[in-house]
């Protein structure tokens, strides 16, 4: 999964940053309202951090922008402590949730992932398939109940896979979700991670669809 952070701190954006990597998302980050509004209309985000107090382009403007254009991705914006006037501002231009500084990171990272989950049409952390478990909290894998171990990339490519289960998932469509901006894309870097998988879970667990791409089974 891939996220945008859109916050003009420096230490803060780098914490943001660090921990949203460390639960197994990609991430952009964007130091002013102007270029967020930029990556946030034109890249894939699967979710927003969206501070409001911004330089350029304040975050309010950026985020009816986003929606005014037909953007929905769920964005989390980050208010400042006594700006309850913000947060229902900020719910009623299109956010889909908030958070006021200071906060507690782990807080921040639980609810970037629920608001994906909901994104996708999952109630609850644990995506059950068949023979294979994904906890999407604990950025965990279990196949037939035991641990999978996987890298970082493995796990959020099955993760993606998993939120579209039984669904075909374009090659394009992967590498726009699976890497931050300024990751270096070898197009034949997918295949070698699904061969991975494809040894780690057994052969039948990812299909290949000629000219269309990657489905995983469901049961």
Do not use: C
């Amino acid at each position: 999964m891939r996220l945008l952070v859109v916050e003009d701190h420096a230490t803060l954006a780098a914490q943001l940053r660090a921990a949203l990597e460390e639960a197994h998302f990609a991430v952009d980050v964007a130091a002013d309202g102007e270029e967020g509004h930029f990556l946030g209309e034109t890249e894939p985000y699967d979710a927003v951090v969206l501070d409001l107090g911004l330089p350029v382009l304040d975050g309010m403007t950026v985020l009816r922008r986003w929606r005014t254009a037909g953007r929905t991705m769920p964005v989390l914006i980050l208010t400042a402590r006594d700006g309850w006037t913000e947060k229902v501002a900020g719910l009623n231009a299109g956010a889909d949730d908030y958070l006021a500084k200071p906060f507690m990171m782990a807080e921040l990272v639980a609810r970037v992932q629920a608001l994906v989950r909901r994104a996708h049409g999952q109630a609850r952390p644990e995506i059950a398939l068949g023979r294979l478990l994904v906890d999407t909290a604990a950025a965990r894998v279990m196949l037939d109940g035991a641990a999978v171990r996987l890298t970082g990339l493995e796990y959020r490519l099955l993760a993606y896979l998993a939120h579209r289960a039984g669904q075909v998932v374009s090659k394009t469509e992967l590498t726009e979700h699976l890497y931050a901006q300024d990751f270096d894309r070898d197009s034949n870097t997918l295949e070698v991670v699904v061969g991975r998988l494809r040894k780690k879970l057994g052969e039948g667990m990812i299909e290949t669809l000629r000219g269309q791409g990657y489905r995983l089974a469901v049961a």
